[in-house]
């Protein structure tokens, strides 16, 4: 059986403190300066609330989750973007094909 974490998966529209928001913005910053304007893949990306600010810094970003209600919550908030089902364990992409793989709040 596969866990389900949409219970605490951050989501569009979802009440949040100060902290939480500090560290989501820091989170992403953080990712973003690992590859300015490179290719980014955001492995565990949820709901994908962090996508919008990636692409703001990114050459290319796709962002790629096993939960198929989070990619569609995603796929209604940034349609443009490149969005993948996948498993971590198996990506669908060859080697140095991203310049940053991304795995920022999917450890549980």
Request: contains cysteine; charged residues 20%; proline residues 6%.
């Amino acid at each position: 059986m596969i866990a389900d974490f949409t219970t605490v998966t951050e989501t569009w529209g979802l009440g949040a403190s100060p902290d939480q928001l500090a560290m989501q913005y820091f989170r992403y910053r953080m990712a973003a300066e690992l590859a300015p304007g490179g290719a980014m893949l955001e492995v565990g990306c949820g709901s994908g609330m962090g996508l919008p600010y990636l692409r703001a810094h990114a050459r290319a970003v796709v962002g790629g989750d096993f939960t198929m209600p989070l990619l569609r919550e995603a796929r209604a908030h940034v349609p443009d973007l490149h969005l993948v089902r996948m498993d971590a364990a198996h990506l669908p992409f060859r080697g140095a094909s991203c310049d940053a793989v991304l795995l920022l709040e999917m450890h549980y």
